[in-house]
């Protein structure tokens, strides 16, 4: 799946002013991805979304790997099914 994920100009604007791409779940608006930080917290926190697809997941997993690349936060994981254990 092709990553949705865009970084943003202003990092510190608030969730809701931030555009649907800066999202690790763009169409619920979950996860923000602005910085380092947060994309850790998406990826510590990616078992606890509830109410999404196994394809919405994919998407979401695809998005935070890109983030992870932009801000240099490496990622162990292969799929998005290792972050459900």
Same mark, same amino acid.
């Given at each position: 799946?092709?990553?949705?994920?865009?970084?943003?100009?202003?990092?510190?604007?608030?969730?809701?002013?931030?555009?649907?791409? #800066?999202? +690790? $779940?763009?169409?619920? *608006?979950?996860?923000?991805?602005?910085?380092?930080? @947060? &994309? %850790?917290?998406?990826?510590? /926190?990616?078992?606890?979304?509830?109410?999404?697809?196994?394809?919405?997941? #994919?998407? +979401? $997993?695809?998005?935070? *790997?890109?983030?992870?690349?932009?801000?240099?936060? @490496? &990622? %162990?994981?292969?799929?998005? /099914?290792?972050?459900?254990?």
């Amino acid at each position: 799946m092709k990553p949705t994920w865009k970084p943003v100009a202003d990092p510190h604007a608030s969730k809701s002013a931030l555009p649907d791409s #800066a999202f +690790a $779940f763009p169409k619920e *608006r979950k996860e923000p991805l602005v910085d380092a930080a @947060h &994309v %850790g917290n998406a990826l510590a /926190r990616f078992a606890q979304v509830q109410d999404v697809s196994d394809e919405e997941r #994919a998407q +979401a $997993f695809d998005n935070i *790997r890109a983030a992870a690349r932009h801000f240099d936060v @490496h &990622v %162990g994981e292969s799929s998005w /099914r290792d972050l459900m254990r």
